[in-house]
């Protein structure tokens, strides 16, 4: 590999690991893996409940990397994938394997993080997409995570 495609590379990996620390600051945790599992499950649960065509400008938006991680396992014939509330907290959980009680304060810290690292107006044109119900999961004030 060149010198210049090493650079490159090596770019690519550094915005990634900008979005995850932001992502873990906003949790307040150095838990990177769990970071990665949250940005990950935030990502494909926005993208899946998108149009096709909302779904490909979002993600055109995306470092080179984690459009790579949002695009991971998508099946377009299938989008958007219809779910409430109840519904959206219940897959946000199980994917990022933390507890339903932890969503409220996950998904929004998670939307901050992602709102800093874009163009202004660029996630709204996303979130206006979703229903009023799964909106309000991503963008409610994030709640205290319980002490002890």
């Avoid at 800093?116 to 963008?139: F, I, K, M, N, Y």
């Amino acid at each position: 590999m060149s010198a210049t495609h090493a650079a490159e590379f090596e770019h690519v990996i550094h915005t990634a690991n900008i979005w995850l620390k932001a992502v873990s600051e906003a949790l307040g945790t150095e838990d990177r893996h769990l970071a990665n599992r949250v940005l990950r499950t935030w990502l494909h649960t926005l993208r899946d409940r998108l149009t096709v065509d909302a779904a490909a400008h979002f993600a055109a938006q995306l470092p080179e990397l984690l459009r790579g991680v949002y695009y991971d396992g998508w099946v377009p014939s299938s989008a958007p994938v219809k779910y409430d509330r109840e519904a959206y907290v219940n897959r946000f959980a199980q994917e990022a394997l933390v507890s339903t009680e932890a969503v409220p304060r996950i998904a929004p810290a998670v939307t901050e993080a992602v709102r800093a690292h874009l163009s202004p107006g660029q996630l709204e044109r996303a979130l206006d997409q979703l229903p009023h119900d799964v909106r309000t999961v991503l963008e409610s004030a994030p709640v205290p995570a319980p002490a002890g």
